[in-house]
């Protein structure tokens, strides 16, 4: 139990960390378009808590899986006061309504009007006419920014139709999906390139021992050899070395080999083994020297790490997604926040180094995942846009809210089977 108190300890604040980082990038293109964000969430469900400042909503919500910048117009919007309403409104200096009250206020700012709507349009023209009780009508303007109060507790700010998602160009809407994946991806040069400045540049794998009876013993491999290619393919980091060898399936890999003054090509097949939790491993029984492995980097090795490493694990967990669509990997291979939370504080557990590392994988799996063209992502809703510009005109509201909504719950409906997989690893197995 302490272990797993320790664990969400850390990864809330981590998976918190990414998030922020995420909805930041929409929030920030979002603003910089125009667009009136409504809400700045980290979480889902009910507020904890939450505060204004300017246009926006900034709240933290109970269940710490994710989080989502609100922007207007994005879905239909549902804001309006219905001709015949009655309300109160406040006016500014300006002689504009700047609050709306659809109940009696017990105090507002500026003078009080009241009245019976007579029309009103608060997208457009922004203005509305009220009568009063001896039946006469007044035309009055509304402030771009008036707030609506439905009662003491809810209110919102209307969006003006240049202050909504859908008036904005394609490009300034695709733009704005699209920071969210990307600040993810430049979290994660950042994360690897401080994680190569803490450990230094790993430039080569120097073969420490090989265990006795072990695949690369029973293949001649010896302390002392360089290993530079598993299949034709560079290897310059453990990481990738362990790569190219899970992805052999237990099938014979040629290792490329310095070995002094000679480059030797050795076949080697890794020994297929099942871990206590169920997991298939291969191992080919190499201990590694990392002090003679890396070195100290310089500024400019720091720097192109941090892409070097991104791109190697692109490319990775590239890989991992077209084997999940393709149906190469099953729905078990699959891990969800309590595998994620066991990892993170796992990898708490061994020093500074190991999680900036683990961030920087968890930062990429989520701004590609994002990526990827599946309802409720950022991926489809870059595919509707992508649809608007070549037809010349938005696919309507209503049927992409739908879609996202249907996507939204598939992906809830999947959460739950990679958390059941997780439960049954973690207690089963």
């Keep these: 139990m302490g272990n797993f108190l320790y664990y969400v300890a850390v990864f809330i604040p981590v998976l918190s960390l990414l998030v922020f980082i995420h909805e930041l990038g929409h929030f920030l293109l979002a603003k910089r378009a125009g667009i009136l964000v409504r809400e700045f969430a980290i979480g889902f469900g009910s507020k904890i808590f939450s505060w204004r400042r300017g246009e926006t909503l900034y709240s933290i919500r109970l269940l710490p899986l994710g989080g989502y910048v609100r922007m207007a117009g994005e879905d239909p919007e549902t804001v309006e006061v219905k001709a015949g309403a009655h309300v109160y409104a406040s006016v500014n200096e300006q002689g504009k309504l700047e609050h709306m009250y659809l109940y009696e206020p017990n105090h507002s700012t500026g003078n009080l009007v009241a009245g019976r709507v007579v029309e009103i349009d608060l997208e457009r023209k922004l203005y509305v006419v009220l009568e009063n009780e001896e039946g006469n009508e007044t035309r009055y303007e509304l402030d771009p920014k008036m707030f609506l109060h439905f009662d003491e507790k809810n209110n919102t700010q209307i969006a003006p139709w240049d202050r909504q998602f859908g008036s904005k160009t394609a490009g300034q809407k695709a733009l704005a999906i699209l920071a969210g994946p990307v ?21 080569r794998l120097y073969v420490e021992k090989t265990v006795a009876g072990s695949p690369s013993a029973a293949a001649g491999i010896e302390s002392g050899d360089i290993i530079t290619k598993i299949n034709g393919k560079d290897v310059p980091t453990f990481d990738m070395f362990k790569y190219q060898i899970l992805e052999s399936q237990g099938n014979e890999v040629k290792l490329t080999v310095d070995r002094g003054d000679q480059q030797l090509e050795i076949p080697l097949k890794p020994e297929k083994k099942v871990t206590e939790k169920g997991d298939v ?96 992502l950022d991926g ?8 608007e510009a070549l037809r010349g005109r938005p696919v309507s509201p209503n049927i992409e809210s739908m879609v996202h909504f249907v996507g939204f719950a598939l992906l809830m409906m999947l959460m739950l089977v990679v958390t059941y997989n997780d439960i049954v690893k973690l207690v089963f197995k």
């Design 183 to 203: 600040f993810n991806i430049i979290l994660t040069v950042i994360l690897f390139a401080i994680y190569i400045g803490i450990t230094g540049v790993e430039h």
């Design 281 to 376: 491993i291969y191992q080919v029984g190499i201990d590694f020297n990392s002090e003679k492995g890396k070195r100290p980097a310089t500024i400019g090795e720091i720097v192109g790490g941090g892409f070097t490493l991104t791109y190697d694990w692109i490319k990775v967990i590239g890989d991992g997604f077209y084997k999940l669509f393709t149906f190469q990997l099953s729905l078990e291979n699959l891990g969800g926040p309590i595998q994620m939370g066991t990892i993170t504080g796992q990898a708490a557990q061994q020093g500074v180094d190991i999680v900036i590392k683990w961030m920087a994988i968890l930062s990429l799996n989520l701004g590609l995942f994002n990526l990827l063209p599946i309802p409720a």
């Design 380 to 387: 489809s809703r870059l595919l509707f846009i992508g649809i």
